[in-house]
């Protein structure tokens, strides 16, 4: 995920873009990583026109789930979803508690016929390593999986929402 911030500031102006979950991150040691980066550009009137156009939006919903071989879709292929055997709350990533920061992340999973998190896709993202947190946290749920009509257990692909409030 990425977010950023704009702001001008003696002639220039600085474009703050803060990735969340883009790769490993060295500090942390954690799988999925934060970086902050700032970017200089020129203040002039051109520049501050294509900063207040409204840019695409990359976020995916569950329809946009990669295809995984040998894993169904429960919305596509009529078979029930999976279940939660053994799904605990992720805990709150240290910097978003610090930061009093609330989100949802909502991950695209393949709950595999063994009934554990295979393929994971970021379909939503949350800042201060709460994505981070969710993925973890998804990795070691246990889930009963989706069956076939005859009883054998099959990979499905679905989309597993994570919310974190503060109290």
Same mark, same amino acid.
């Given at each position: 995920?990425?977010?950023? %911030?704009?702001? *001008?500031? &003696?002639?220039?102006?600085?474009?703050?873009?803060?990735? %969340? $979950?883009?790769?490993?991150?060295? !500090?942390?040691?954690? !799988?999925?990583?934060?970086?902050? *980066?700032?970017?200089?550009?020129?203040?002039? *009137?051109? #520049? @501050?026109?294509?900063?207040?156009? =409204?840019?695409? &939006?990359? +976020? =995916? &919903?569950? !329809?946009?789930?990669? !295809?995984?071989? /040998?894993?169904?879709?429960?919305?596509?292929?009529?078979?029930?979803?999976? #279940?939660?055997?053994?799904?605990?709350?992720?805990?709150?990533?240290? +910097?978003?508690?610090?930061? @009093?920061?609330?989100?949802?992340?909502?991950? /695209?999973?393949?709950?595999?016929?063994?009934?554990?998190? $295979?393929?994971?896709?970021?379909?939503?993202?949350?800042?201060?390593?709460? #994505?981070?947190?969710?993925? @973890?946290?998804?990795? &070691?749920?246990?889930?009963?999986?989706?069956?076939?009509?005859?009883?054998?257990?099959? %990979?499905?692909?679905?989309?597993? *929402?994570?919310?974190?409030?503060?109290?």
């Amino acid at each position: 995920m990425f977010s950023g %911030s704009v702001y *001008e500031q &003696n002639g220039a102006i600085g474009l703050k873009i803060h990735l %969340s $979950g883009f790769g490993l991150s060295d !500090e942390s040691k954690s !799988e999925f990583g934060d970086l902050d *980066e700032v970017a200089w550009l020129s203040a002039t *009137e051109q #520049t @501050k026109d294509l900063l207040i156009k =409204r840019g695409p &939006n990359y +976020a =995916r &919903n569950s !329809e946009q789930l990669r !295809e995984a071989p /040998g894993a169904l879709r429960a919305d596509l292929d009529g078979f029930a979803m999976p #279940t939660c055997v053994h799904c605990p709350d992720p805990p709150y990533a240290d +910097a978003a508690r610090v930061a @009093k920061v609330q989100g949802t992340v909502v991950l /695209g999973v393949v709950i595999t016929g063994e009934g554990k998190a $295979g393929t994971i896709h970021v379909l939503k993202a949350a800042p201060f390593g709460l #994505t981070a947190q969710a993925i @973890k946290a998804v990795r &070691n749920w246990e889930f009963k999986p989706a069956q076939q009509r005859d009883g054998t257990p099959v %990979s499905m692909a679905v989309p597993i *929402e994570v919310t974190y409030r503060m109290f």
